[in-house]
Every structure is written in structure tokens, then in C-alpha cells.
């Protein structure tokens, strides 16, 4: 499958973060690193579509004729735009995806229409599967009696279609220094003529550990795809997630360090782990006698729902549906929540997910 613009030139390399040249058209592109791994999943899943949705919603009854196409076009790109500040690279995938089907020439007005409603609802789609992905393979606390591989294995086994993605790698001439990519080699140009090929080369090699530095890289073309390579490098890397002991959300062990408190906003100016940091009688969550009471429940559902003692066998073998687990979890973890926040006392929160 051919690629077209926009897409994204993204280099691995020894460090946790992802090198990506976003290639808006044959003219324009940026450079980001992004970082750590793990975090554009982990946000992705944390997303909040609700205000997006709303936007696209009230087209609803709204007949797309020649007339309208522009405002209705306008609609969908502005709705998009509300990731914008919010993740990472939703915002350029989604836009993209966006901007290749308002222009397919084979498409008519209203064919455009409903496959950009298609591709917000699998967006949405793709978040439930990822939060299923990150809970079940990278999880610290649920599934603790299993290796990383084996949990990596056995969610294949319940998804077949998840290792069925391909992603097109190239190879490039690329900065790299000691396995690593040298972003001050860098060139950001606005006119590629002004270039000085042969010094930029020479710059590149003068101590690169390889004959020729040429990278392999990945040309993601849709968020999907940066999705499953992000989710693939934290797979390989063995990145761990865990969820804030101050604002229950996901986020990302970068590192050995213990933590219990993510980095974002949660009061104020002030971030979750300056907040938990500080708290009088602050406690880790390893010590919280309800939380570990509440971990053991929780990991005993969970491996209850995907019979893990049988996980070989056929998924139809479970006793729980998968409604009755999605709303015990919704409910169970409302009540952490809850706890966390000091709204519920521990017996309440023990309560409440044993009587469930
Ligand atoms: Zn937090």
C-alpha cells in the first residue's frame, strides 16, 4: 500500500523516546520527540472523546448537499482540533485521516460524511481495546503471578486480530550516535536547497559507531498503527504501568524509581505528586491495608473473568459475560476512586466491591 502524505517518520532507538518527523506535506514537516514510551497510550486511553462527539453529534439530522459541505467539513476538523493540546499525536493521526478522506475523489459528499463518523467511532472503539491491551499485559497489580511474556501471549490468544497488524518499516541516513538519535545534528530546513548535502553527511558520520549510519524507521500513516508501535516498544522494553494513588489514572513507569503519583494537573497549579508527596500522613499505596484487600478481589475477578487457570482453552468457557465484568470493574473502580478521594472510608470501599 502505497503511503501519502501526511504521515509520520518515526526512529526507535536506545533511549525511551520516540523520534518522529511529522510530514504534513512534501514541503512542511516537524520534528518531536516524544517521550516517555508509553505515555501516548496511556493518554490516548485516558482521552475524553465526549466534547468531540458532542460537536459531530449535532449533525445528525443535518442533509449534506454541495451547499453545506464546507461548514459540515469545518465541524469535523474543528471537533478534532479539541485533542489538539491534549495528546501527543491524536490530534495530526485523526486531522490526517480526516484530510485524505474530505479530498478522495471517489468518494461522494455523503459517502466523506459517514466515513469520517466511521473513523470517530473506531477511534473510540480502539480505546476500549487498548485499555484492555494496557490493563492486561502491563498492569503492575493485576495478573502478578504471570511474566510479562505470558501475559503478552495469552491477551494474543483472546485477541487474534491484535498480532495480525503490519507496520512498513524504510531505512534512512540518520543521526545516530551511540545507538542513540543525536537530535542536535538535526537539520530543520524551510528551503532543502539551501542544504549542504556532503557537510551534512560528514557531520553525521564523524562519530557514528556504524559505516554507514542508515536507520530503520517506521512510516505510520494512521493512529492506529502509532498505537500498536508504541504498544509493541513498551511490550519489548517491559515498560510497567500503574494507576495514581491521588487521581486513580493510568501512568507510566519511565523508570526504576518507586512512584505512586502521576504528573498531571490535579488541583490548581499543582501536579498529583506534588500533592501526594505532601500529604500529612501519606502513605504508600503498598501499605494501605484496604487498597491490598482491594487488589486481591480485583486480581481475583479478573483472572476469574479470563480464566486464567484454563487460558489455553476456549474463551466461551467463562463464567462471567463480559457485561457483568465490565460492570463490576466500572463500579469497583468508581469505589477506589471514591476512597482515594476520601469521599468512602475503607470498609466501605471492601464493602461495596464484595457485595457486587
Ligand atoms: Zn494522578
Known amino acids: 500500500m502505497e503511503i501519502t502524505y501526511p504521515f509520520a517518520k518515526v526512529f526507535t532507538d536506545s533511549t525511551n523516546k520516540m523520534n518522529v518527523f511529522f510530514l504534513h506535506d512534501t514541503e512542511h514537516s516537524t520534528f518531536q520527540q516524544i517521550g516517555d514510551i508509553g505515555t501516548g497510550i496511556v493518554d490516548f486511553c485516558e482521552l475524553d472523546f465526549s466534547a468531540m462527539v458532542e460537536k459531530v453529534k ?8 454541495n451547499a453545506n459541505f464546507e461548514d459540515i467539513k469545518k465541524v469535523y476538523c474543528n471537533a478534532v482540533n479539541l485533542l489538539k493540546e ?16 474530505f479530498y478522495n475523489a471517489d468518494r461522494s459528499e455523503g459517502e466523506k460524511v459517514s466515513y469520517a463518523n466511521f473513523l470517530i467511532q473506531y477511534y473510540i472503539n480502539l480505546q476500549t481495546v487498548y485499555v484492555e491491551a494496557l490493563e492486561f499485559c502491563l498492569y503492575t497489580q493485576v495478573l502478578t503471578e504471570y511474566t510479562l511474556p505470558e501475559r503478552y501471549v495469552m491477551f494474543c490468544n ?10 512498513r ?14 537530535t542536535s545534528k538535526l537539520i530543520r530546513f524551510n528551503d532543502p536547497a539551501e542544504v549542504d548535502t556532503k557537510k551534512v553527511l560528514q557531520n553525521i558520520h564523524r562519530d557514528s559507531d556504524y559505516s ?20 509493541m516498544e513498551m511490550i519489548k522494553r517491559g515498560i510497567r504501568i500503574k494507576r495514581c494513588g491521588l487521581c486513580d489514572r493510568y501512568f507510566v513507569l519511565a523508570d526504576k524509581r518507586k512512584r505512586d503519583y502521576c504528573d498531571r494537573i490535579y488541583k490548581g497549579k499543582r501536579t498529583c505528586k506534588q500533592i501526594g508527596a505532601k500529604q500529612k500522613f501519606n502513605q504508600s499505596v503498598e501499605q494501605d491495608s484496604f487498597l491490598q484487600e482491594f487488589q486481591r478481589i480485583y486480581n481475583r475477578m479478573y483472572s476469574r473473568y479470563y480464566r486464567m487457570d484454563a487460558w489455553d482453552s476456549e474463551r466461551q468457557t467463562n463464567k462471567m459475560t463480559e457485561e457483568q465484568f465490565k460492570a463490576w470493574t466500572d463500579m469497583a473502580s468508581k469505589a477506589r476512586l471514591e476512597y482515594r478521594q476520601g469521599i468512602i472510608s475503607g470498609n466501605d470501599l471492601l464493602e461495596q466491591i464484595s457485595g457486587g
Not at 449535532?58 to 448537499?65: F, I
Not at 501527543?88 to 485524505?100: K, P, V
Not at 554507514?212 to 504498544?231: R, T
Open 169 to 182: 518499516s524504510m531505512y534512512a541516513i540518520a543521526p545516530i550516535t551511540h545507538g542513540k538519535f543525536d
Open 212 to 231: 554507514v549510519s542508515m536507520w530503520q524507521y517506521f512510516a505510520i500513516q494512521s493512529l492506529e498503527e502509532m498505537l500498536y508501535l508504541e504498544f
Open 86 to 101: 491534549k495528546h501527543s499525536y491524536a490530534h495530526f493521526f485523526l486531522n490526517s485521516d480526516l484530510f485524505r478522506n
Open 58 to 65: 449535532a449533525l445528525e439530522t443535518v442533509e449534506v448537499t
Open 158 to 167: 483472546l485477541h487474534p486480530n491484535f498480532i495480525q497488524h503490519i507496520l
